[in-house]
């Protein structure tokens, strides 16, 4: 088979991580042609934002302290995870190169003190420049061929929307194509480091935090891979999180759809345009562990069998969330409150993460995350109180819970069942919220009822017995 094998930030977060890492792909290149896709150093791509967090703050010394810091992990990691001394030399030697580079980013930007959407790119795209080394010379310290190459390198072309940017996939298929193909058929293996690519005038761009999940998506469509491995900290997809419930159990298969709507609601985090690349060529994914390869995980297939079809297969909960009401009588049934409440949130760089209104126009709910919730309540209570709106109300501590399957779209009496499952933990629901696809039923209760709601709805459908 042909697989991308994507490995996570705290898959690579030590030396032996990165050893295990790399003694995992050698044993599937054995009977697979394999691409490597790999996050960079847990904790990297935080440092390298805080770094620009410091020099936006005019914090010299500070910006100084962090980039060493970040300098001398990867040096150790480079000198604890290879053995061969030759093999060590090019690697640090490889590494230096990378680090003249950031360290001179680094210092146009202290002077500049400020960094552009573009520098910010720039800087950030360095953890996996420096991760995707890391791995490829510990393949070759066991003696497998690889070769680590950047997002630009591979020929990921993008648009310049810099922080979230997009391919253009026509000319990244072209290219990809040409420089894995050659690799591949000399049987090298290709080491590429997630997160970024370059514009069409050669300029770093990235897909936003989380987004070496979807270069790993954009190289299996490139390459026609027969599967891809998203490889974590995580055994796959849940019924629930085992930290809320006792008896979650690892799916087996899912949908495609499913699987959106479980990593939008934070069951794993997946980058949330992962799946894009694949629709087309139907591509199936599997989400597996690093750390347990005995283990298959969960398959994400575009059509899951017969079998796997259930109603509810997940049930999930996003805490720490806060809710505002506003209500004002009759005032809200006048046209365009909806466009004014959403441009002022807009406008303040908050996302709503949910929306509710009764017929009566007397209300609207909305839920935004908590540290959002104070400048997003002052936002409205300035531009629409008095005015548009009568009353804001404020409630810091909720969760959203939401029942994911794909089963749920046209059978009847699931949302009985979900408020029968609250009821009777005695619960109060906030705020109810279904989307016209039908693959989540979502509502909002009290944060400090939310466990017992979460496994009150996994006992309700039977999901520790799920097969
Ligand atoms: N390193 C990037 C991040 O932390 C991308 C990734 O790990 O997927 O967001
Ligand atoms: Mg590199």
Not at 49 to 54: A, C, D, F, K, N
Not at 274 to 287: A, G, N, S, V
Not at 446 to 453: F, G, N, R
């Amino acid at each position: 088979m042909r697989l991308v094998l994507k490995f996570g930030g705290t898959s690579l977060s030590s030396p032996n991580h990165i050893r295990n890492v790399a003694k995992i792909v050698a044993s599937f290149s054995k009977d697979n042609e394999i691409v490597v896709v790999c996050s960079a150093v847990d904790g990297t791509t935080d440092d390298l934002l805080t770094i620009s967090r410091l020099i936006e703050q005019k914090k010299k010394d500070d910006v100084t302290k962090v980039l060493n810091n970040v300098i001398k992990k990867h040096k150790q990691f480079a000198n604890q995870t290879v053995k061969n001394s030759a093999i060590k030399k090019q690697l640090l030697q490889k590494l230096n190169t990378d680090v003249s580079e950031l360290k001179e980013l680094v210092r146009g930007l202290t002077l500049l003190k400020e960094v552009s959407a573009r520098s910010l790119d720039y800087l950030i795209s360095f953890g996996e420049r420096l991760s995707d080394d890391l791995v490829s010379f510990a393949l070759q310290d066991i003696k497998k061929k690889s070769t680590a190459l950047n997002g630009k390198e591979v020929g990921i072309v993008t648009d310049s929307n810099f922080g979230e940017s997009r391919p253009l996939m026509d000319t990244t298929r072209i290219r990809i194509s040409k420089t894995l193909g050659s690799l591949l058929a000399k049987k090298i293996i290709p080491v590429v480091g997630g997160f970024a690519g370059a514009d069409q005038h050669g300029n770093i761009t990235t897909f936003g935090r989380g987004g070496s999940d979807y270069t790993a998506t954009i190289i299996a469509s490139c390459i026609n891979a027969d599967e891809i491995w998203l490889m974590s900290d995580v055994d796959g997809l849940m019924t629930a999180d085992p930290k809320l419930v006792k008896n979650a159990k690892l799916l087996k298969e899912v949908s495609y759809a499913e699987a959106i709507e479980m990593a939008q609601f934070g069951a794993k985090q997946i980058h949330p345009r992962t799946f894009e690349p694949l629709f087309h060529k139907k591509i199936p994914m599997r989400i597996r562990s690093t750390f347990d390869v005995k283990n298959i995980g969960t398959i994400v297939t575009p059509s899951p069998s017969a079998a796997t079809k259930k109603t509810v297969k997940c049930v999930s909960a996003i805490r720490n969330i806060g809710l505002i009401d506003l209500s004002g009588g009759i005032m809200f049934a006048a046209p365009g409150t909806a466009a004014k409440i959403f441009t002022t949130l807009a406008e303040k760089n908050v996302n709503v993460m949910m929306v509710s209104s009764n017929p009566s126009e007397s209300s609207v709910s909305l839920l935004v995350k908590r540290p959002d919730l104070e400048k997003a309540a002052n936002a409205l209570e300035m531009n629409l109180l008095g005015q548009t709106v009568k009353k804001v109300d404020v409630t810091p501590g909720v969760s959203i819970i939401a029942v994911i399957g794909s089963g749920m779209r046209g059978t009847v009496g699931v949302a009985s069942k979900v408020f029968s499952a609250a009821q009777k933990k005695n619960v109060n629901v906030i705020m109810i919220a279904q989307g016209s696809s039908e693959l989540n039923l979502a509502f909002v209760v009290k944060d400090s009822d939310c466990k017992a709601v979460v496994q009150s709805l996994h006992d309700e459908f039977k999901l520790d017995k799920i097969r």
